[in-house]
């Protein structure tokens, strides 16, 4: 009777995964990858290079959707950033529009980023992310949206170049 060859692959197998685990520990606890690698989450948008959408919504209706452009790119701390925002879908008639920065994992002090409407959907602010003494990069960008006393918000998360 032959020997069967499956059973030779297993043991073969055995024998290279035995000489890689051998040969490579190190690869196996790999060096932990940063935080911002490991959890994104859903609101996350690389604003380095793409224009980030959003989307608010009230008890499953959708009150506003659009855009919001970071620039310059890539986005670094203590420089210079316009915010451009554009409603691509509204429910409201005229809103007022301001961004609030903040970091997740602390407080950074107050920054709040009110844009000015340019156009029946382009809102445009100006504004700076401060720079983090800690080794975090994670900022928030809450949008607000305020129209007779309500407001709509959602946000945008993002990791900054420092
Ligand atoms: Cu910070």
Redesign the pocket.
């Known amino acids: 009777m032959d020997f069967p060859k499956g059973l030779v692959f297993v043991l073969l197998m055995i024998l290279v995964l035995q000489c890689g685990n051998g040969r490579v520990p190190d690869q196996k606890k790999a060096p932990s990858q940063p935080k911002e690698q490991i959890t994104k989450g859903e609101n996350y948008c690389d604003v380095h290079s793409t224009v980030c959408e959003f989307s608010i919504k009230e008890g499953g209706e959708i009150i506003a959707q659009g855009t919001l452009n970071l620039n310059p790119k890539p986005v670094h701390a203590m420089n210079p950033i316009e915010f451009d925002l554009t409603l691509t879908k509204s429910k409201l008639q005229n809103p007022e529009i301001m961004l609030s920065l903040t970091?997740p994992?602390?407080y950074?002090g107050i920054n709040k980023v009110f844009l000015k409407k340019i156009s029946s959907k382009d809102y445009k602010g100006n504004g700076m992310f401060a720079e983090?003494?800690?080794e975090?990069r994670r900022w928030n960008i809450k949008i607000v949206l305020r129209e007779n006393e309500k407001t709509y918000a959602t946000d945008i998360q993002f990791d900054i170049i420092q």
């Open positions: 970091m994992a602390m950074m983090c003494v800690t975090d």
